[in-house]
């Protein structure tokens, strides 16, 4: 008996391989799609602001006014343009052509030399809040650079005895893309892995291949088990490839074991197939299956997994309705192995959690599954 079954399995799994070979959709689902989501989001999606079209109003230059102002040209944030009143920066910032001013009265010279407090407008739109605080923490990193080496200059020292010296672990560029590309794999691979059992399965109703399979042998189990192995293996190549991109082509440093990340991956997998597989339970169209897989998928991966938006910061409703998100816990334990290494407090409670979800997804999966055309 076991001998059949594992033939059974045997013609099972070739009849998959056969079908991926003679269908490269599935191979373009595994490749080509998490490729090309990696690199339009990769690219597309950025926490830093440069080049931020900025206004300077000096409504009395001179030398003092011109050293703080070079300041701006010289900064990478930041493509000034010079304006002769108030009133025609604030027009241009209405327009948004530019996103912030700086502006010096009159009086900023005098004041500054004689007693040191120049007051600088500072003006930003707040249409984007968190592009307004990033331009406005710009604008005072500028100023006190710009305080600082007038003070070396003019050899009176810092205004009070203190000297800050910060220090940034384990993203030490501040970069954005170094943060959210790991979290984009998660969420992208979520969708990848969902599409993978949820189109192809959708597709075999349509053309009636299961139902030639219902009448056979072949248990419940089996073709689950078949439809499982070669896409893990697919999903597992496509696992592979978003990372080679991510550290080849975007340089995110990769500081954690390969095998951790091997393993956390292949738990991540089974969960995301595992949904999949639920929800071809449920969708024997493509059409259907592909929306369901996005909207249960990758929406809420995107949304409440932490890759974009703070979990501590949402409300104590949503924030417990992210557990039952795998994509969170995959994201924590992408960002702290290619960011900070393995940092085993990290992975371990986030790969159980994976662990339990792609047991329950499996589980429920073979649970709803039934050897019946209706």
């Known amino acids: 008996m076991k001998a059949a079954r594992l033939r059974r399995l045997g013609g099972l799994l070739r009849k998959e391989l056969l079908q991926i070979w003679r269908d490269p959709s599935a191979l373009a689902i595994a490749f080509a799609l998490p490729a090309l989501l990696l690199i339009i989001f990769g690219y597309g999606v950025s926490l830093d602001a440069t080049n931020v079209p900025l206004a300077l109003v000096v409504q009395h230059p001179d030398g003092l006014t011109a050293s703080f102002t070079s300041q701006f040209s010289h900064s990478p944030f930041f493509r000034p343009r010079r304006f ?19 502006w010096l009265q009159s009086d900023f010279t005098r004041r500054a030399e004689s007693d040191g407090n120049a007051p600088i407008g500072v003006i930003v739109n707040g249409v984007d809040a968190n592009d307004a605080r990033i331009i406005e923490g710009y604008v005072q990193q500028v100023w006190a650079n710009w305080l600082t080496a007038r003070a070396a200059v003019d050899g009176k020292g810092a205004a009070l005895p203190l000297a800050a010296q910060p220090q940034v672990r384990f993203n030490a560029s501040v970069s954005s893309r170094d943060y959210l590309v ?50 893990f293996l697919l999903g597992m190549g496509g696992m592979a490839a978003s990372v080679l991109l991510a550290v080849f082509l975007f340089g995110v440093p990769l500081h954690g074991s390969v095998l951790v990340l091997t393993g956390a991956s292949a738990l991540f997998m089974l969960a995301a197939l595992g949904m999949g597989l639920v929800i071809s339970g449920f969708a024997r169209n493509q059409f259907v299956a592909g929306q369901i897989a996005i909207i249960t998928t990758f929406l809420p991966a995107f949304i409440l997994s ?15 309705i992210t557990h039952i998100v795998a994509a969170r816990y995959f994201v924590a334990i992408l960002q702290s192995v290619f960011l900070a290494g393995d940092v085993w407090p990290v992975v371990v409670p986030n790969a159980l959690a994976l662990a339990v979800m792609a047991a329950i997804f499996l589980g429920v999966a073979r649970a709803t599954a039934r050897k019946r055309l209706d």
Request: glycine fraction near 8%; avoid cysteine.
């Open 84 to 102: 002769l009143t108030i009133q025609g920066a604030e027009t241009a910032m209405a327009a948004r052509k530019v996103e912030g001013i700086i």
């Open 306 to 320: 932490g890759f974009v938006f703070d979990i501590s910061s949402m409300p104590a409703a949503v924030q417990i």
């Open 182 to 231: 790991p979290g984009l794999i998660a969420v992208i691979m979520t969708l990848t892995g969902a599409l993978l059992t949820a189109l192809v399965i959708a597709r075999e109703w349509e053309r009636g291949t299961l139902e030639a399979l219902m009448v056979t042998r072949v248990t419940v189990s089996e073709i689950l088990l078949a439809k499982l192995v070669p896409y």
